[in-house]
């Protein structure tokens, strides 16, 4: 089902806090708070825009993932005009099926939609990540939600 202007949304679902502790991480950027703020503001960005949002996760963690942000992503999806694409749906398909790709630093799906000729950045809402890391191949790093809209309006 193709969308005409469209934005993919990519994200990555933070998992509940004992299963970060169990990996032993000392730090970690998908936090339930960062996964929310990518949510509500790409999503927030698209109905503003009046753009289609497809979001997809990247795939389904179930009892892993962390309640909170599982609660407020639902309330999010629900309260908006976003279209919740399966996880076993292929990236591909949802990024040949938009206009836009935003990614969830630093997923695979920002470099798919480059080499499909797609416009495509990353969305860092936490604001820590440094605009020329390596990790992005090239691929803008966007930290706020007015960059967010203004890269978006260029786009389309």
């Not at 005409?4 to 730090?27: E, K």
Request: hydrophobic share 40%; aromatic share 8%; with cysteine.
């Amino acid at each position: 089902d193709i969308h005409n202007n469209s934005v993919a949304i990519f994200d990555i679902q933070p998992h509940r806090l004992q299963q970060y502790c169990s990996y032993g991480s000392t730090f970690e950027y998908y936090t339930a708070p960062v996964a929310i703020q990518f949510l509500r503001d790409t999503i927030g960005a698209a109905q503003e825009l009046d753009l289609t949002a497809l979001y997809k996760a990247k795939r389904s963690i179930k009892s892993m993932v962390h309640p909170g942000y599982s609660s407020l992503r639902d309330t999010i999806l629900a309260n908006s005009s976003a279209v919740s694409v399966e996880p076993d749906i292929a990236a591909l398909q949802v990024i040949q099926a938009s206009d836009l790709v935003i990614s969830m630093p630093f997923t695979s799906t920002a470099m798919l939609a480059r080499d499909l000729g797609k416009p495509a950045v990353f969305y860092d809402p936490a604001n820590i990540l440094q605009k020329d890391d390596p990790a992005a191949h090239g691929i803008p790093i966007l930290q706020n939600y007015q960059d967010l809209i203004v890269w978006m309006k260029s786009k389309v």
